[in-house]
């Protein structure tokens, strides 16, 4: 047998792993063996395995971490070539193991590698290129459940900053933010997103703006408007997770009942000084957050429901001093249960979590579910109609739910709808026609004698209405909304499914994207002065996004 040299000896090395690269036995972003086994495997010594290693390193077919192991590349098509000239080079040749003098047994046996998750394959990023590469290390992180996931953050205040932050750091690919708010000077305390020229800007807009800047593989969407009356409960139903950031208990009321109804997790956290707290409320499971609120609170509820034009008002006027530490914290907390939620980890549902910024104490409590409690009601088979709430009138409606339901059945609004003010003191009706959330405060008093009017006031349509021909967005009713009708006997569910496009698209802030693939060269000839012009013409694509998806 001839001798071979040892440089070439690991040549025939490098070619046969290159040769299983191009085989894809061994796949980009895949870990090799290790040493001491390709030692075993190839017969070879350790520096003879290096010298092969360091060979396909410098050709970019593997990458090298030092600690770790050694991984296939992503391959490009220069890195293609130079794998087949390696493997080509060393094809049909063959040595003598016994050339190598140093037995098998002598290798040491180094650093024990990590375990491995055996239904997660260990692949290694381009941390250079691949910003959500170092994630990949989490033995649970999921890559595509992370990038698929969809959430909405209600809130985009000190909690709400925190947990969008955090959000898009973590690369959570379809976000939807909520807020009615506009920036002033003092949020500049505690919002990270915020800066001193947002001023006077809508929050939400801001808010996704910077979203966008800080991670641009996110998609972004933002409402302006307010989370208990203008987002069909389709945009919930299309969510993953749900995470409120919200200052007050009218709104956590109405989000806990919505992520009810679409039978959708939701995290909640509270920030008050040095102190704060965070809870999962996960339908079915444990207490929502309705069964957490104690007698007095439901009597404060009521009461403001009973004069209900002043309570809208007086939830505005909630403010609760906070430090943009304990929201750092609470947002902490609210954003890996939430990633825990798009895992399907456990989580666990319907307890709090307590911070004692003072103390440094954090203890757990849980809930007792309350039986009769009426958030308890998730909504059965959706029918999804190709209608629009801007086209649709209640007459369209009460149709297609007669026609499922029988004549007797009633259409179900989830507020009132004011249909008319009267004065007692001047004997005078004006009729409003708006839902609750549009009429303010002072429309409450008689533009006459200044006396506070009588509401009249409904939540079902019957069919015998004088204004069936009214669309159900001038009634309030929002884009994508799921509206609900009943007879005696059952429950019916009602999409509007054709707002879908313009109700959820995730595609805010969404920049033009050029694909070089896309780019052709056209060769223009000039004949006059006979040079050849190579003019490129620039296809500008649009990145779209399916909202379906
Ligand atoms: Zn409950
Ligand atoms: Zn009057």
């Known amino acids: 047998m001839d001798t071979i040299s040892r440089s070439s000896l690991s040549e025939i090395v490098a070619g046969k792993i290159a040769g299983m690269i191009l085989d894809e036995v061994y796949r980009s972003g895949y870990q090799l ?49 130079k794998a087949h000239e390696i493997a080509d080079k060393a094809a049909g040749q063959n040595y003598n193991t016994e050339s190598e003098s140093i037995p098998i047994e002598e290798v040491p046996e180094g650093p024990k590698r990590l375990p491995v998750n055996p239904e997660k394959p260990l692949i290694i990023p381009n941390l250079q290129k691949d910003r959500l590469g170092t994630f990949s290390f989490i033995s649970w992180w999921e890559r595509e459940k992370v990038e698929n996931a969809k959430v909405m953050i209600i809130g985009a205040g000190a909690l709400g900053n925190e947990v969008i932050k955090n959000m898009v750091l973590m690369g959570i ?7 009615f708010d506009t920036i002033e000077m003092a949020n500049l305390s505690r919002s990270v997103l915020f800066r001193e020229s947002d001023k006077g800007r809508k929050k939400a807009e801001v808010a996704a703006a910077r979203a966008k800047e800080i991670n641009p593989n996110v998609h972004v969407q933002y409402m302006h408007g307010d989370v208990t009356t203008e987002i069909g409960l389709g945009v919930f139903r299309r969510m993953d997770v749900i995470v409120g950031c919200l200052d007050n208990r009218e709104a956590r009321l109405a989000v806990n009942r919505f992520a009810y109804w679409m039978n959708k997790p939701w995290v909640d956290g509270a920030i008050q000084e040095f102190f704060g707290l965070a809870r999962v409320f996960v339908p079915g499971e444990g207490a929502c957050f309705e069964c957490t609120l104690t007698e007095q609170a439901r009597r404060d509820l009521s009461i403001r429901y009973s004069c209900p034009l002043l309570a809208r008002e007086n939830v505005l006027l ?40 003072m103390t440094n104490e954090m203890h757990k409590t849980s809930y007792t579910p309350v039986d009769d409690c009426e958030s308890h009601w998730t909504y059965g088979k959706i029918t999804e ?33 004011i249909l008319s003010l009267y004065c007692r003191n ?49 009634l309030g009713i929002p884009k994508l909304h799921i509206l609900r009708a009943y007879n ?51 296809r500008i694509k649009i990145e779209s996004d399916d909202p379906d998806q």
């Open 488 to 538: 005696a006997d059952q429950y019916a569910f009602y999409e509007l499914t054709a707002d879908l496009e313009n109700a959820l698209h995730f595609s805010h802030f969404q920049k033009p994207v050029i694909k070089l693939g896309d780019i052709p060269v056209i060769k223009i000839s000039n004949p006059e002065e006979k040079t050849v012009i190579k003019v490129r013409e620039t």
């Open 318 to 357: 909630g403010k609760v001093p906070t430090t943009p530490t304990i929201a750092s914290i609470i947002g902490a907390i609210q954003s890996q249960e939430a990633l825990k939620l798009i895992h399907n980890k456990p989580v666990e549902a319907g307890k709090v979590i307590h911070f004692n910024g």
């Open 33 to 81: 063996p290790a040493e001491r086994d390709l030692v075993k495997q190839f017969g070879v010594s350790r520096s003879t395995l290096r010298e092969a290693l360091k060979l396909l390193e410098d050709s970019a077919l593997i990458e090298v971490r030092h600690g770790v192991g050694s991984f296939v590349a992503e391959l490009t098509e220069v890195s293609l070539l």
């Open 426 to 474: 001047c004997q005078t009706k004006e009729d409003i026609l708006q839902p609750i959330s549009q009429v303010g405060f002072n429309h409450a008093h008689c533009p006459s004698c200044g006396m506070l009017r009588e509401t009249e006031m409904t939540h079902t349509i019957t069919g015998e209405e004088p204004f069936l021909n009214r669309t159900l967005s001038s």
């Open 173 to 179: 690919g379809n976000l939807y933010i909520v807020d």
């Open 385 to 417: 109609l190709p209608l629009r709430a801007d086209t649709t009138t209640l007459e369209d409606m009460l149709k297609i739910i007669h026609r499922d339901l029988g004549p007797q059945a009633v259409l179900e609004f989830d507020q009132e709808l």
